[in-house]
């Protein structure tokens, strides 16, 4: 069985501050891991992703994530918070490299202080 | 260019009265889901199709129906929706070895 945690589900950090979103996962076979985002009022977007190889993902929008297998952890981190990275942001885990059985968080709602 | 569709965008109704909410890819996907978000509960699959006539459950099916007798179409289907139905409503599809899900803008469903 899979399960995800992302701890906080609202985080505020000043505009220009890091921005670090923490998500631990629960799986029995080696994950995939994903991170997506949702603007207000739109679907979910695709941030970043781990499938195999490399741990530290690089996405779009400046962000990156580390696979952690020892800490069963994929946090998502952003050295410098525009307003724009004002959403809601959602880890996910799949135990098949096809998108077919996803398991999300509970999401965190990021919000920017000017 | 490529998009996952979903109508109705917003959907008010009243206990018991039938709704079809509509899904259509442009990508040739052969797997479709459909998802529903709650507050604290992030996305949760209501059902999945890896292709033409191929659905399965997923972790909150009850209530809910699915076909796919088209490739780039999968409506769900509330036969009798009760307001534990209100929620946001979202469709993704998928090409068969990605791992790469492209959603739809959503419909919100509020059920009176």
């Known amino acids: 069985a899979q399960s995800v945690t992302q701890l906080g589900s609202h985080v505020s950090v000043s505009e220009g501050a890091l921005v670090l979103l923490r998500c631990n996962y629960s799986?029995?076979?080696?994950?995939?891991l994903f991170w997506y985002v949702q603007y207000p009022n739109q679907g979910l977007q695709l941030l970043l992703k781990?499938?195999?190889?490399?741990?530290l993902v690089k996405g779009i929008n400046g962000f990156e994530a580390e696979f952690k297998k020892s800490e069963t952890s994929f946090h998502l981190t952003k050295p410098s918070a525009h307003m724009s990275d004002a959403a809601e942001y959602f880890c996910?885990?799949?135990?098949?490299?096809?998108?077919?059985?996803?398991?999300f968080g509970s999401g965190t709602r990021l919000s920017i202080r000017p | 260019e490529a998009q996952v569709t979903q109508n109705p965008r917003y959907l008010i109704t009243v206990t018991g009265k039938k709704l079809t909410v509509t899904c259509s890819q442009n990508?040739?996907?052969?797997?479709m889901s459909w998802y529903r978000q709650d507050p604290g509960l992030g996305l949760r699959q209501i059902y999945y199709?890896?292709?033409?006539?191929?659905?399965d459950k997923g972790d909150v099916p009850e209530g809910y129906k699915v076909s796919r007798k088209e490739k780039r179409n999968f409506p769900l289907i509330l036969e009798s929706p009760s307001p534990n139905q209100t929620s946001l409503y979202f469709c993704?599809?998928?090409?068969?070895?990605?791992?790469?899900?492209?959603f739809g803008p959503g419909t919100r469903l509020t059920v009176l």
């Open positions: 799986s029995s076979v080696p994950p995939y």
């Open positions: 993704a599809s998928t090409e068969v070895g990605s791992d790469t899900q492209y």
């Open positions: 199709s890896m292709n033409v006539e191929v659905t």
């Open positions: 996910a885990v799949s135990p098949y490299s096809s998108a077919s059985k996803i398991i």
């Open positions: 990508m040739n996907h052969e797997y």
């Open positions: 781990y499938t195999t190889g490399a741990t």
